[in-house]
């Protein structure tokens, strides 16, 4: 099984920062990789997929980059509405493994 | 626009039996593979089912496998769980996801409902 590794698990971020997030494949994924936004208590929401490209309706502060094992998520300017906990997932395969979740927090 | 409402979690007892519905709205049911996707609480996203467009092909992780049973009803625009032998650590919340594209991206969510499994 291809297992999915984000880096880090949690972070501290103020409003305006530019916040990346890591995304690394056990094995090769081509561009095979989506990113989702979960907020507790919210249907979790699809921001990228093919690792770049940005879903419709998603702002453009939001932006994805990556292929074969190594991928990154970037907010340009992050918002009061960005904290929440970020995801990879891989479909490369059927039941494509997601990433453990990266939380983005209140600095 | 496209909706997914989510419905039948609750409280069951440790090997108990559960089934939940996810009603859709706004789209074409039938022209789209469906998801049951799980979150347990302080845990990350996790596979629970999968089901092909028609209903022919299913898909589970082992976690599930031979417990869990994912169908639908296309002429009621309505996706199942059906869940039985349920254990502690199958208690999460339960999102229906729409997959735009036979496996590319989960594009609509719905909230989803809540499970837990106590003795």
């Known amino acids: 099984d291809i297992q999915m590794t984000q880096s880090p698990s949690s972070l501290s971020a103020s409003v305006g920062d530019r916040v990346t997030i890591t995304c690394r494949a056990s094995e090769s994924i081509d561009n095979y990789l989506n990113w989702y936004q979960v907020k507790p208590g919210k249907a979790p929401k699809l921001l990228i997929y093919a690792a770049s490209t940005l879903q419709s309706g998603v702002p453009s502060r939001f932006s994805g980059a990556g292929s074969g094992t190594d991928f990154t998520l970037t907010i340009g300017s992050l918002r009061p509405e960005d904290f929440a906990t970020y995801y990879c997932q891989q479909v490369y395969t059927t039941l494509g493994a997601f990433g453990q979740g990266t939380k983005v927090e209140v600095k | 626009q496209v909706q997914l409402m989510e419905s039948g979690g609750g409280l069951v007892k440790t090997g108990g039996s559960l089934r939940l519905s996810c009603a859709a709205s706004?789209?074409?049911?039938?022209?789209?593979?469906m998801a049951w996707i799980r979150q347990a609480p302080g845990k990350g996203l996790e596979w629970v089912s999968y089901?092909?467009?028609?209903?022919?092909?299913?898909y589970y992780p082992d976690s599930v496998k031979g417990r869990f049973t994912i169908s639908r009803d296309n002429a009621k625009n309505s996706l199942y769980l059906q869940m039985n032998s349920l254990r502690a650590e199958d208690t999460a919340v339960y999102f229906c996801?729409?997959?735009?594209?036979?496996?590319?991206?989960?594009?609509?969510w719905g909230q989803g409902t809540l499970v837990t499994v106590s003795s």
């Open positions: 706004g789209f074409t049911f039938s022209d789209y593979f």
């Open positions: 089901i092909s467009s028609g209903g022919t092909n299913r």
């Open positions: 996801a729409r997959d735009f594209n036979s496996g590319s991206r989960l594009d609509s």
